[in-house]
T-cell receptor
Framework: KAGVTQTPRYLIKTRGQQVTLSCSPISGHRSVSWYQQTPGQGLQFLFEYFSETQRNKGNFPGRFSGRQFSNSRSEMNVSTLELGDSALYLC??????????????FGPGTRLLVL | AQTVTQSQPEMSVQEAETVTLSCTYDTSESDYYLFWYKQPPSRQMILVIRQEAYKQQNATENRFSVNFQKAAKSFSLKISDSQLGDAAMYFCAYRTPWGSGAGSYQLTFGKGTKLSVIP
């Protein structure tokens, strides 16, 4: 099975711009979660989508949004970029079914630099 | 809110020796799962081992084992026969089942421990 893929791998944007990141989960997985990783805050949960519905959301401003398509692929959008949005954005996929012990498989991440 | 604390920002171990990474967590839930993830320089997060809170037996995966103390809310990772490829950031993480309340299903991570392996 192919792993979780994220595109693009690297992005450079300027303040005020918007950006869209993409995540393709492992085939058959219906849950996609997004995490932001920074040196200062560590790994923080952004949101989770399951069967095209947002099931859970972390404590991030409304500039961060996402969606999931019928094929389980997910996109994350950040509008009006700020310098502090520079980070590694990781997505993780899992079956999303009942229980919390299932493995979440992570993608390689998208590194976003905001200038 | 659940919190996960890793008190050792950095650790080092000689190749072939054993090292233990510490993790404590705070929760009022009774049903939850604990994980150790490894993040090498490539940044790809890889699951090392997981533990179900309702299981008293400590999980083991080859050279990796945990010491799970539920009452103490402690979840340490022991790496035996350390290898150069074990050098990475190690993250302890916590998750409750979906539907168990606010913050359910999301992984809550500690700040990580950077492990260096000395040849």
């Amino acid at each position: 099975k192919a792993g979780v893929t994220q595109t693009p791998r690297y992005l450079i944007k300027t303040r005020g711009q918007q950006v869209t990141l993409s995540c393709s989960p492992i085939s058959g997985h219906r849950s996609v979660s997004w995490y932001q990783q920074t040196p200062g805050q560590g790994l923080q949960f952004l949101f989770e989508y399951f069967s095209e519905t947002q099931r859970n959301k972390g404590n991030f401003p409304g500039r961060f949004s996402g969606r999931q398509f019928s094929n389980s692929r997910s996109e994350m959008n950040v509008s009006t970029l700020e310098l502090g949005d520079s980070a590694l954005y990781l997505c993780a996929s899992s079956s999303g079914l009942a229980g919390g012990g299932e493995t979440q498989y992570f993608g390689p991440g998208t590194r976003l630099l905001v200038l | 809110a659940q919190t996960v604390t890793q008190s050792q920002p950095e650790m080092s171990v000689q190749e072939a020796e054993t090292v233990t990474l510490s993790c404590t967590y705070d929760t009022s839930e009774s049903d939850y799962y604990l994980f150790w993830y490894k993040q090498p320089p490539s940044r790809q997060m890889i699951l090392v081992i997981r533990q179900e809170a309702y299981k008293q037996q400590n999980a083991t995966e080859n050279r990796f084992s945990v010491n799970f103390q539920k009452a103490a809310k402690s979840f340490s990772l022991k790496i035996s026969d350390s290898q150069l490829g074990d050098a990475a950031m190690y993250f302890c993480a916590y998750r409750t089942p979906w539907g168990s309340g606010a913050g359910s299903y999301q992984l809550t991570f500690g700040k990580g421990t950077k492990l260096s392996v000395i040849p």
